[in-house]
């Protein structure tokens, strides 16, 4: 039975407090997310799931992680797909039996994969540390509720059990000097930093299929599908020359040998998407978005950050 020294918690500091319920947060964010990935994909494929006969096209064993299999199935609709778990002794140039959901051929298992192996070991693991995290956010949160109720309803007066009152604590106090050097300063500004190109490349190209972009008919000559779709589509441009291309997939579903409608730039033919689709458009201003929203982190905690470093570097904290 886990226990939880409460008196230790009421000693904690509200800072400490809140980093404890945003460190349980995006812990238990990613277990929480596969667990449910995974029972939700096993739901849907039991419900509306085709099994087809494949063969393995490309095996890459991995020393540390699962392994890439990739399998096409035999007959019509062509397609290949990535196995998140396989069957074990599996090779290249097998054949096995998989299962794959009609409306979204990512999601594909093998129908001899084992039930439990090392990597579902793994994630129940984590699922556990998962709600012992939690746990101790939920305690914190407890905590501070009770401190708030304590201020509405009897002033600044100090409480039982609450942190000794003393002194008010200077800029950043809590916090080591590689915390803020890290955090403050070289994650925002690095995270510009990589942003900001990828922002920009995506805002001009989808600028440039906004003006210029011409439609035409394309086959699919490959399809591929590793959770999201991904097509390598070929098409005649204006000058009378076939081009390929790469376009994500965001709506529908599409295998070798259809036709899609797919929208490119003449000047370089190598930037197109699907036509009819609006993700092509509102990925730019995603990218947009986050690099502005990294830059103003940056302007904001940057000058804090050099402030408190300054006062350290003078004696004081």
């Known amino acids: 039975m886990v226990r939880i020294d409460l008196s230790a918690v009421r000693r904690t500091s509200t800072d400490n407090l809140l980093f404890t319920i945003c460190a349980a947060l995006i812990f238990s964010a990613f277990p929480g997310y596969v667990t449910f990935e995974y029972i939700q994909d096993r739901l849907i494929l039991a419900d509306r799931g085709v099994r087809v006969n494949a063969w393995v096209v490309d095996y890459n064993w991995v020393r540390r992680g699962p392994d890439t299999v990739v399998v096409r199935p035999d007959d019509p609709p062509y397609f290949e797909a990535t196995l998140s778990r396989g069957p074990d002794g599996i090779k290249f140039n097998d054949r096995l039996d998989v299962v794959f959901d009609p409306r979204a051929p990512?999601?594909?298992?093998?129908?001899?994969?084992?039930l439990i192996d090392g990597y579902v070991l793994?994630?129940?693991?984590l699922d556990l540390l998962a709600l012992l995290a939690l746990l101790g956010g939920l305690v914190a949160v407890r905590e501070l509720l009770r401190r708030v109720w304590a201020r509405r309803h009897g002033g600044l007066a100090q409480t039982r059990g609450d942190p000794p009152v003393g002194p008010r604590p200077r800029l950043l106090a809590a916090w080591e000097t590689p915390q803020i050097v890290l955090l403050l300063v070289i994650a925002p500004v690095l995270s510009a930093a990589i942003l900001g190109p990828l922002a920009a490349s995506s805002v001009n190209d989808a600028a440039a299929l906004r003006t210029s972009g011409v439609v035409v008919q394309a086959v699919v000559v490959k399809s591929t599908w590793d959770g999201a779709g991904e097509l390598d589509v070929r098409f005649p441009t204006m000058d009378g020359t076939?081009?390929?291309?790469?376009v994500t997939v965001g709506d529908g579903v599409y295998y070798e040998g259809d036709s899609v409608e797919v929208i490119y730039e003449p000047a370089a033919p190598g930037n197109a998407q699907?036509?009819?689709?609006d993700g092509w458009e509102s990925e730019?201003?995603?990218?947009a978005g986050t690099f502005i929203a990294f830059s103003a982190t940056a302007a904001a905690t940057v000058p804090v950050a050099v402030v408190a470093l300054?006062?350290?570097a003078r004696g004081g904290r």
């Open 284 to 287: 730019p201003w995603i990218f």
């Open 310 to 312: 300054i006062r350290r």
């Open 122 to 125: 793994l994630f129940a693991g």
């Open 106 to 114: 990512g999601r594909i298992v093998a129908v001899d994969e084992p």
């Open 242 to 246: 076939k081009h390929s291309a790469y």
């Open 274 to 277: 699907l036509a009819g689709e």
